[in-house]
């Protein structure tokens, strides 16, 4: 009898495990960009080879942070605790050691020129710009666990499930992808790369906490028909596995715009929609 009452409760260590491998993917990052920022000025090539190992660190953490929510909901495993260490994982793995990673790659290599006119002003810029990365993070992933079911400013169509503001796996993966896409080469002797690459981070921050809407693919059944579920899937992994760089790159890009492009259109019907119930008031005066 109580063979039975346990072999019917749920595994909850399943979906733990991936969440365990989410959380060494951050330290195993972090680990890397200590390594690499340790290293002298001219050690770049071998500094390059660790921010490239922490970056696809990142990459394979969103793809066990995906697996542990979704074995969970297909085993019955979900519980309190469970999403509780998923949201500590995910402040640490995607918001603490890409935020370390961004700073260490991208804004102190730039400090190594002293003759650039930008150094005194680099390093404070770039600690506030990961810092507000860090902290809109965090608040994202609050915001996802107090509310229930928070409305994205443009809802999309019905029936449709979405998540409201940039989910912070994929703003990491966005910063891991361009990491990644350049093999981990820091930026060194061109400084506008690193404007740039602050600008991306800080709008990476505000999608974040914004109430703009992305897809969460959770309606999305990819074995409705087998055979087309396994090409998919096929085709995705070949793909990354023969050419990661441009096509993580590719697919980061498109879903951090994808939330972009869906506010642009909302906010174009919107003001059409404006213009043209003023227009009719305008005829029924007249």
Not at 3 to 26: D, H, M
Not at 67 to 83: L, P
Not at 136 to 156: I, S, T
Request: charged share 15%; proline share 7%; with cysteine.
């Amino acid at each position: 009898m109580r063979k039975s009452i346990q072999g019917e409760r749920p595994p909850y260590a399943l979906p733990t495990i991936f969440t365990v491998g989410t959380i060494f993917c951050g330290y195993y990052c972090l680990m890397k960009t200590v390594q690499a920022i340790s290293l002298p000025p001219e050690s770049v090539e071998l500094a390059a080879r660790y921010y490239n190992h922490a970056a696809m660190a990142i990459g394979f953490a969103v793809f066990t942070d995906g697996m542990d929510g979704r074995i969970a909901r297909a085993t019955g495993a979900v519980s309190d605790f469970g999403k509780e260490i998923d949201s500590l994982a995910d402040c640490i793995t995607f918001g603490a050691a890409p935020a370390t990673l961004a700073f260490a790659w991208g804004v102190r290599s730039p400090e190594l020129l002293p003759d650039l006119w930008l150094a005194d002003y680099f390093p404070g810029l770039g600690y506030f710009v990961t810092f507000l990365f860090l902290t809109c993070g965090a608040a994202r992933l609050a915001r996802f666990n107090v509310q229930k079911n928070p409305l994205p400013k443009n809802p999309g169509r019905p029936g449709r499930r979405y998540f409201v503001g940039l989910p912070i796996p994929a703003a990491a993966g966005m910063l891991a992808a361009v990491i990644h896409a350049l093999s981990g080469q820091p930026i060194v002797s061109w400084w506008p790369g690193g404007i740039l690459w602050l600008a991306l981070v800080g709008f990476l921050s505000f999608l974040m906490i914004s109430n703009w809407r992305y897809s969460s693919f959770k309606d999305v059944n990819f074995m409705r028909v087998p055979w087309m579920g396994v090409i998919f899937f096929a085709t995705i992994i070949y793909l990354i596995w023969n050419f990661s760089q441009p096509v993580l790159l590719t697919i980061s890009t498109v879903f951090v715009f994808s939330g972009v492009w869906s506010r642009a259109v909302w906010l174009f019907k919107r003001n059409k929609g404006g213009q043209a119930e003023g227009g009719r008031e305008a005829e029924s005066s007249t």
